[in-house]
């Protein structure tokens, strides 16, 4: 909402343009002679708002300076007092106007209403209305006798404030799509339990929500009859319908009530241009380097919640329909899900439903690679805090990892593990067994980097969400991106136990990018059901990892059940690294401990002797 408004009063000579800026700022009619122009003028008005009142000449000598005022002011305010200056607005002022190219409202003033008290103004006024869409409202004032002076600036102030164009189209008499838009998705975010109405709990917590102050019983009641008047169906015992809610607020916009309508949006952080504010969108959240990003608990919360209401059949899968409906307030399922193939990028029901585990899992994986992204998908869909922050309350952060030898724990719920190995080795049959995919026995060759995430239950029960990510082609790129490498926090080396040629990858790989060797990793030989076969290779795979002083690799098949032994084992290296760091020389021996020890014994030493002495 704007925080100045600038007003340009104009009109032909002799309307009482000056005399109404007088009356306003004196409270009192001057009947004595006011000069031609007055200079701009700046009140205090309601909300904070600076107004400032700008007067202006129709005289032909002062046409520069009426264009420039108009182009600086943020509304017109068109006087016009007899039939001849009647005449004159739809002749000349208002194509004037549209000539300059701006596109500002107008509030058409009829003064001197006290000259011609039986007039009725209003069929005048409509007419002029329905040909000139930018005219905002209509008033009939009088200087003299003081009457409607302020109203006059006061809708001014709220063409600006409280436009009425972007909400209502006033030759057809509707509210426009982008206003509906936005109101079926209040509706949607106040239908706490996704029934198709606004029960009377409902409607009370919008009320306060966007008023602050409840509603009282017969106020409901009549809300109710009014929109039952129009459409009887959408105001039942159950409450009101979106197309009851819908209409309410057309007929606020059509009895000049459109600052009701903004304060609804505004509520629900809509800009002027009926967009979501990009701070609220996007709030500040800077992920550190080494750090990473998480669902709190309130986020993953939120998340449960959102999927049991919108399982409306309680299978515990979302199907396309119930996600689709979940998704209606939203631009639609964020697109690198769409790039990684949702729903089959996470644990799906027989029925190809997704889960609520692999629910969770695929916005476990979407925090940590884009966290904006979730961010804005939980102001789309309804997260509210009452933190400092606002959405940033779902997300956390992780402690910065250090890439370190030494024994400790990662504090990390969700890790990247990327899939390394030659074509063919089983990179993606491994991806498809993690996510408890049948054996698939057709080979089709990854192209672009290909992601998978579920949940993995390490020993002691603790849970951690794990992201395998095959590279495909674009494997040389990621692997010289230092930033792409730094997120990894742990490396699957796979070969093929069965292909001859399979492991000499893995070496030929760790030759040209040694910058590997700073990851934890892990080795698998995969297609274990098959013929082993001696690999043409300098060293053998277990002499190969026992040289670098790593466990040996792990016989893996994606047609054994076992196989979830691996996943494991590649969460634990990522959450407890140290052992899983080739050993390529000699590491120099942690002695802080004993230096500790040491001086703990000799200061206890030299306590005793001080003591004998003292006492003997």
């Known amino acids: 909402m704007a925080d100045s408004v600038r007003i340009v009063v104009c009109g032909d000579e002799s309307t009482g343009k000056s005399s109404l800026i007088t009356s306003l700022v004196k409270d009192v009619f001057v009947s004595g002679k006011i000069q031609p122009v007055l200079p701009p003028i700046t009140i205090a008005a309601p909300e904070n708002i600076t107004t400032t009142i700008v007067d202006t000449s129709a005289l032909p000598q002062e046409r520069n300076t009426l264009r420039k005022e108009i182009r600086r002011s943020n509304v017109i305010c068109l006087v016009y007092s007899d039939h001849y200056s009647y005449v004159r607005v739809s002749l000349f002022w208002l194509p004037f106007f549209r000539s300059l190219g701006v596109n500002l409202p107008v509030v058409l003033c009829s003064n001197k209403s006290d000259l011609s008290p039986d007039v009725e103004s209003e069929e005048e006024m409509m007419s002029v209305m329905m040909e000139f869409k930018e005219i905002d409202s209509c008033i009939r004032a009088s200087a003299k006798e003081k009457k409607n002076v302020v109203e006059t600036f006061y809708l001014c102030q709220r063409a600006v404030t409280h436009p009425i164009a972007p909400i209502f189209d006033s030759k057809e008499q509707n509210l426009k799509p982008a206003a509906i838009a936005a109101l079926q998705r209040i509706f949607f975010l106040c239908d706490r339990d996704q029934d198709g109405y606004l029960n009377d709990y ?22 109710k009859a009014v929109i039952q008047k129009s459409s009887p169906d959408s105001a039942t015992e159950q409450g009101i319908n979106e197309k009851g809610f819908i209409l309410l607020n057309k007929f606020f916009a059509e009895r000049g009530r459109h600052e009701t309508v903004w304060t609804i949006l505004r509520a629900f952080h809509y800009t002027d241009s009926l967009s979501l504010k990009d701070s609220f969108l996007h709030p500040k959240f800077e ?6 990003a998480e669902l709190s608990p309130a986020g993953y919360r939120f998340f449960v919640d959102l999927f049991l209401l919108f399982d409306k059949d309680n299978d515990g899968g979302l199907n396309a329909e119930e996600l689709a409906a979940l998704f209606a307030p939203t631009p639609g399922v964020p697109p690198s899900w769409d790039e990684a193939s949702f729903p089959s990028s996470t644990v799906r029901s027989e029925a190809g439903h997704i889960t609520l585990q692999g629910w969770l899992a695929q916005w476990s994986m979407t925090t940590f690679v884009e966290p904006k992204t979730t961010l804005a998908y939980l102001a789309y869909l309804g997260f509210e805090s009452r933190e400092k922050g606002g959405n940033t309350a779902a997300l956390k952060l992780t402690k910065p990892r250090k890439r370190r030898k030494r024994a400790g724990r990662v504090e990390r719920n969700v890790v990247l593990c990327y899939v390394l190995g030659a074509s063919g080795s089983g990179k993606s049959c491994l991806l498809d067994a993690f996510l408890s995919r049948p054996f698939n ?42 930033a792409k490498l730094n997120s990894c926090d742990v490396v699957c080396y796979t070969y093929d136990s069965s292909d001859p040629d399979s492991f000499a990858h893995i070496v030929d790989l760790r030759n040209r990018y040694p910058q590997l060797d700073e990851l934890p990793a892990i080795y698998a030989a995969t297609k274990a059901d098959l013929d082993k076969t001696t690999q043409r290779s300098e060293m053998q795979p277990d002499v190969y990892t026992r040289e670098l002083g790593m466990t040996a690799p792990l016989h893996v098949s994606s047609t054994w059940n076992s196989i979830s032994e691996l996943f494991v084992t590649i969460a634990d290296a990522a959450l407890q690294p140290s052992a899983a760091y080739p050993k390529l020389e000699d590491e120099p021996v942690d002695r802080t401990n004993l230096y500790i020890w040491s001086g703990v014994a000799v200061a206890a030493v030299s306590m005793y002797f001080m003591w004998k002495r003292s006492y003997p």
């Open 202 to 223: 409902e409607i009370n917590q919008f009320q306060m929500k966007c008023f602050n102050k409840p509603l009282h019983e017969n106020e409901l009641g009549e809300i």
């Open 287 to 292: 992920v550190p380097p080494n750090s990473s």
């Open 441 to 482: 026995t057709t080979y089709h060759p990854t192209i672009r980097p290909h992601s998978v995430v579920n949940s993995v239950e390490l020993q002691g029960g603790k849970q951690c969400y794990l992201i395998l990510q095959e590279l495909g082609d674009h494997e040389p790129s990621i692997l010289e991106n230092p």
